[in-house]
Structures are given as structure tokens and as C-alpha cells.
């Protein structure tokens, strides 16, 4: 897996917009940027990946650089209930023996 | 649609006892894993499954079994507890394991070892 780097915090207020930037500048060719966040004491949950190509879902869009090092999770307009830890993977897959390194990831605090 | 379900969502064990922590999916998902979470650690790999019939190992699997009869259930057994085994332990599955599709997790088993 890409060694990923992510801010320790961040804060946001409620209603605008949270953006959350990862660094992955050993990222290889076919490894997947994925996002999932953890909200308190529950499981990580998916939000979203891409590879090249920006992404967006119900949940958020993925803004990833020309050159695939870096990219920035957008939460359009942030809730209260969108406060949690925010984790940027590089991974060719999600699943078999590859390791899931989660690392530290971003605090995300929404303020009202 | 439940999603992954574990259970129990607390237990407590004294050191040598045994049990095993149940994971159920309702997704028809091939792949299925167990993780656990120590502060400080992130989340890493114990055991998983690519089917019905097939387990290997991750990154720490002493002092943890695993079986998967059916599609459907992934249970996770400790033999002999130990206080390192004191943790979080989540169950994830995921359509195949191959290429991007994304994991989805149960909500964990806490667990203490005295």
C-alpha cells in the first residue's frame, strides 16, 4: 500500500464545505485511492475511490491531481453528523493478504 | 438489508478462557475479514476468507482460528484468551476482494481480558 499523509485535524463549520487533502506521493500506477471514515465507536465506513479519474457519489467527490499524488475528499456541505475520523488508503485492492494500513487519519470536527 | 452483524457488541473474558466472536453478512459478499483495533495501531488484518471453504492468514492471526462453512457467517474463535487480545475487533466482507470493491464493516466487539 501507498504511504498515505493526512493533517491530524481539521475543523469545519456546519453547512460549508470540508476539505480534506491526503498526500500519496509513492502511490503506483494501479493503486486505488479509497476513503472511508470512522465515526465514534462505530466501523469504518466506505465513502468513496477512484484511480485517475475525479469521483463523485451521494457522500462526496474525489479530487485527485494529474500526477496521482495528492487528492482532496469533498464533503459539499458538512453536518454535524459528518464529525469523524477521515482515513485516505492507497491500495490495489480492498481485500485477500494485501494489508489495510488505515494510519492515523484526520479528526474532522463540524461546528455548529 | 442488515449490512455485516456482529455479535457480541461487549465481552468481557478472563485470561485462558475461550470464545468466539460471531460475523454474519447478508450481501452474498465472497470475501469476508476480520481486523482488529488497538489506539495508536490502526486496524490490521487477523484472518480472512475468499469463499465458502477457504481462510488464510493476515498479519496477526496467533491465538486466533477462523472457519467459513457458509457464504453467509465468518466467526472468529480465540483459544485461549490472552490480556493482548484486549481490542476491537471488526468483521468486514466485500464482493469478491479483487480490485476496488470497497469493504464494508460490522459495528466491532469490544473486548477485555483480565
Known amino acids: 500500500d501507498a504511504k498515505t499523509t493526512q493533517p491530524p485535524s481539521m475543523d469545519c463549520a456546519e453547512g460549508r464545505a470540508a476539505n480534506l487533502p491526503c498526500n500519496h506521493s509513492?502511490?503506483?500506477?494501479?493503486?486505488?485511492v479509497y476513503w472511508y471514515r470512522q465515526i465514534h465507536s462505530q466501523g469504518p465506513q466506505y465513502i468513496i475511490h477512484?484511480?485517475?479519474n475525479n469521483e463523485t457519489n451521494e457522500m462526496a467527490s474525489l479530487i485527485i491531481t494529474e500526477d496521482r499524488k495528492s487528492s482532496t475528499l469533498i464533503l459539499p456541505h458538512a453536518t454535524l453528523r459528518d464529525t469523524a475520523v477521515y482515513y485516505c488508503?492507497?491500495?490495489?485492492?480492498?481485500?485477500?493478504?494485501?494489508?489495510?494500513?488505515f494510519g492515523k487519519g484526520t479528526k474532522l470536527t463540524v461546528n455548529p | 438489508n442488515a449490512g455485516v452483524t456482529q455479535t457480541p457488541k461487549f465481552q468481557v473474558l478472563k485470561t485462558g478462557q475461550s470464545m468466539t466472536l460471531q460475523c454474519a453478512q447478508d450481501?452474498?459478499?465472497?470475501?469476508m475479514s476480520w481486523y482488529r483495533q488497538d489506539p495508536g495501531m490502526g486496524l490490521r488484518l487477523i484472518h480472512y476468507s475468499v469463499g465458502a471453504g477457504i481462510t488464510d492468514q493476515g498479519e496477526v492471526p496467533n491465538g486466533y482460528n477462523v472457519s467459513r462453512s457458509t457464504t453467509e457467517d465468518f466467526p472468529l474463535r480465540l483459544l485461549s484468551a490472552a490480556p493482548s487480545q484486549t481490542s476491537v475487533y471488526f468483521c468486514?466482507?466485500?464482493?469478491?476482494?479483487?480490485?476496488?470493491?470497497?469493504?464494508?464493516f460490522g459495528n466491532g466487539t469490544r473486548l477485555t481480558v483480565t
Open positions: 477512484g484511480l485517475k
Open positions: 468486514a466482507s466485500s464482493f469478491d476482494g479483487q480490485g476496488p470493491s470497497p469493504l464494508h
Open positions: 488508503i492507497g491500495s490495489i485492492t480492498q481485500g485477500g493478504s494485501e494489508k489495510l494500513v
Open positions: 509513492t502511490i503506483s500506477g494501479n493503486e486505488y
Open positions: 450481501m452474498n459478499h465472497e470475501y
